[in-house]
């Protein structure tokens, strides 16, 4: 058993690192544009995505995946698995993504709702009516603030996805531990 562990744990870490940094990369700054612009149509489509994201399991979101980009469009291959944990190509983009979509909808509704209210704040509209720059202000008070939820679940959610890899890795025949 430890070899069998020893042999697929890289490679459903790896997988979870690279679908976390799906949810960050894209999860964030949607949920920070959709709080900049409430009421937006940006806003809108962001949480219309949020909630899909949501809503559909991974299993599929990696089936559909499947189908429209790698058969049907012939974009990315689904074989195969890199050997090495530094080595990347265009095999790991499909199932670090199906994976990634339900933090990447959980952080963007977290910093959405965390900007939305933060901006309320009496700290900011004081910041503004001293004068500072928008940027300043949604830079250093506003985003500085609402990132705390973020980061406090960014570890939960690490975990949730690392030991909740296995039926995307099933889907796409990754040998990893699943």
Do not use: C
């Amino acid at each position: 058993v430890n070899d069998i562990i020893k042999d697929g744990f890289p490679k459903s870490l790896k997988l979870g690192i690279l679908a976390f940094l799906w949810a960050v990369v894209l999860g964030i700054p949607l949920g920070v544009l959709a709080a900049l612009k409430p009421n937006s149509i940006f806003d809108y489509f962001a949480m219309f995505f949020s909630t899909i994201g949501f809503a559909l399991p991974s299993f599929f979101v990696a089936t559909l995946l499947i189908y429209y980009v790698a058969l049907k469009w012939g974009l990315v291959p689904t074989n195969g698995w890199p050997q090495g944990f530094f080595q990347f190509d265009d095999r790991i983009i499909l199932p670090s993504f199906a994976l990634g979509l339900f933090p990447m909808a959980y952080f963007a509704r977290l910093v959405r709702g965390s900007m939305l209210e933060t901006m309320q704040q009496d700290y900011v509209r004081t910041a503004r009516a001293k004068g500072l720059p928008y940027r300043r202000v949604v830079g250093l008070h506003v985003l500085r603030n609402s990132l705390i939820p973020a980061v406090t679940a960014t570890a939960p959610l690490l975990g949730l996805i690392i030991t909740g890899t296995f039926i995307i890795e099933i889907i796409f025949s990754i040998p990893g531990i699943g």
